[in-house]
């Protein structure tokens, strides 16, 4: 079955770095874009970031444009989100997601917390 696990994350200082990681299975990673949202308290889930296949063309969202970059290792069935001057409005849980035969995976989420 497909499934999708997040990694990585915490609690990190305002200007600092961070990575989160996602392992897929169940399906041909390789053949499927595959998706960053994020959800804080009290709002609605954000996309982020996706990354299409084959291709590999990325969209980010603006407010992460140009601090966040989104990858991926194949030879790993691998995503990853390298965040970078990280803001406290970035502090959210992170959802890896993927699109797989119409239905759509998430995984369980990993928090990161901006803050001094």
């Known amino acids: 079955q497909v499934q999708v696990v997040e990694s990585g994350g915490g609690l990190v200082q305002p200007g600092g770095s961070s990575r989160l990681s996602c392992a897929a299975s169940?399906?041909?990673?390789?053949?499927?874009?595959m998706s960053w949202y994020r959800q804080a308290p009290g709002k609605e889930r954000e996309l982020v970031a996706v990354m299409l296949s084959p291709g590999g063309s990325t969209t980010y969202a603006n407010s992460v444009k140009g601090r966040f970059t989104i990858s991926r290792d194949k030879a790993k069935n691998t995503m990853y989100l390298q965040m970078n001057s990280l803001e406290p409005q970035d502090t959210a849980g992170y959802y890896c997601s993927v699109l797989v035969r119409a239905a759509r995976y998430w995984g369980q989420g990993t928090q990161v917390t901006v803050s001094p």
């Open positions: 169940g399906f041909t990673f390789s053949s499927y874009a």
